[in-house]
């Protein structure tokens, strides 16, 4: 005789839905008190001298020309190095390399290297490209290591989106006499432009806010002056915050506040036209 579950399937999948929903809700209402708080806290902050005006020992002066300028050039030459590299190394990786033991355990090492915390990456920047390589604080030590830090993401997702192409269309393209370059170049590629757009938007939105790694590659919190180059000593709006939530006046959290709300809106603008991209390029290879 076959014993009876005292909970049937159906009603575990009811309470596991339940449960799920509840932990969702849970989510998206503490992340809405913080999103109300900050808005409340910083808006009135927000004015045209905010933005352009210097740091400051005085809360009511101090503004984020320079966080943001350095923020922006540490962003662009990041993504100058990480793109190419990682790109092209998904590439390679997915298409011409060898499924062996070693590319295996390539393969697992760089989805590891994807989840290891961002100071970590820090004090390899610290000792590699400031130490070793004389750099300094300047913005390319901290490109360097933030584009340490973003490239196995975009290798990880750049190999998932080449590897979700149907092999039909790669046999399609051989049976015309395209080459093995061609058939990446043409088919491949645009086919996963998307899969790759969308691991772009993940390694931006990490590298846009993380402060661990520059504080350990020695990003300054008080920079008077806009960086003119790569070797220029620079510092960023997440460091700008940081620095401003450790002051003991409460002027200094209205603005760290107003901080958080132009990197916030900086974040979308760049996810925003990333995802544009991406829907465009999908309308293009669906037609």
Avoid at 5 to 21: G, N, Q
Avoid at 164 to 175: E, F, K, N
Avoid at 235 to 250: A, K, M
Wanted: proline content about 5%; aromatic content about 10%.
């Amino acid at each position: 005789m076959t014993k009876q579950p005292l909970v049937s399937a159906k009603t575990k999948d009811r309470l596991f839905r339940i449960y799920a929903i509840a932990c969702t809700s849970f989510a998206l209402l503490m992340l809405a008190v913080l999103l109300i708080d900050i808005l409340i806290k910083g808006v009135t902050r927000l004015d045209w001298s905010f933005f352009m005006n210097l740091p400051s020992r005085h809360p009511e002066q101090a503004g984020i020309y320079t966080a943001l300028a350095g923020m922006v050039s540490l962003l662009l030459f990041t993504l100058i190095v990480a793109l190419p590299i990682g790109i092209l190394a998904g590439i390679y990786l997915q298409e011409y390399g060898q499924k062996n033991r070693l590319a295996k355990f390539i393969e697992i090492n760089i989805s590891n290297l994807a989840g290891v915390p961002s100071v970590i990456y820090g004090i390899l920047g610290l000792q590699v490209f400031v130490r070793m390589a004389n750099l300094g604080n300047s913005i390319l030590a901290g490109s360097l290591t933030l584009s340490l830090l973003i490239m196995p993401i975009i290798i990880v997702s750049t190999r998932e989106a080449i590897k979700a192409v149907p092999d039909s269309l790669r046999q399609a393209a051989y049976g015309l006499g395209a080459t093995k370059w061609q058939t990446i170049r043409r088919v491949v590629l645009p086919a996963s432009f998307g899969g790759i757009m969308t691991g772009i938007i993940l390694s931006t939105s990490r590298a846009i806010g993380e402060t661990a790694p520059l504080i350990v590659v020695g990003a300054l919190a008080y920079v008077p002056f806009i960086p003119e180059g790569p070797l220029d000593q620079y510092t960023s709006l997440p460091i700008q915050i940081f620095n401003w939530t450790t002051r003991p006046q409460h002027g200094f959290v209205i603005n760290a506040a107003a901080g958080i709300i132009v990197l916030l809106l900086f974040t979308f603008i760049l996810n925003g036209i990333a995802i544009y991209l991406r829907n465009k390029w999908y309308k293009k290879t669906s037609q």
